[in-house]
């Protein structure tokens, strides 16, 4: 069993930056692939970036060159650093752990782009 606590959303300014965070706890962290998502209003969930055990990351076409997914095993944490903001990023960012079948998500965090 993970838990799973995401912070640092907020309002920005279109081509501002915002930094997520997903802190771990309850299992051991570096074996998990952590993945961010994001919901828009109206919208089916979709992925955003993914980091795997070994450190191998994955983007979506949206978040290439704009978003850096990062982890920190040593402090159970997996960063979202997202710059070049644009209004379509408004969302709320969920975190997951995921390994084998078993997927384990955090309640979410606000992320709304606006002038």
């Known amino acids: 069993q993970v838990q799973l606590v995401e912070s640092g959303g907020g309002l920005v300014q279109p081509g501002g930056s915002l930094r997520l965070s997903c802190v771990a706890s309850?299992?051991?962290?570096?074996?998990?692939?952590m993945v961010w998502y994001r919901q828009a209003p109206g919208k089916q969930r979709e992925l955003v970036a993914a980091?795997?055990?070994?450190?191998?990351?994955t983007y979506a076409d949206s978040a290439k060159g704009r978003f850096t997914i990062s982890r920190d095993n040593a402090k159970n944490t997996v960063l979202l650093e997202m710059n070049s903001l644009k209004r379509e990023d408004t969302a709320v960012y969920y975190c997951?752990?995921?390994?084998?079948?078993?997927?384990?998500w955090g309640q979410g965090t606000q992320v709304t782009v606006s002038s």
């Open positions: 997951k752990a995921t390994l084998n079948r078993a997927d384990y």
């Open positions: 309850g299992s051991i962290f570096s074996i998990y692939t």
């Open positions: 980091v795997s055990s070994g450190g191998r990351t």
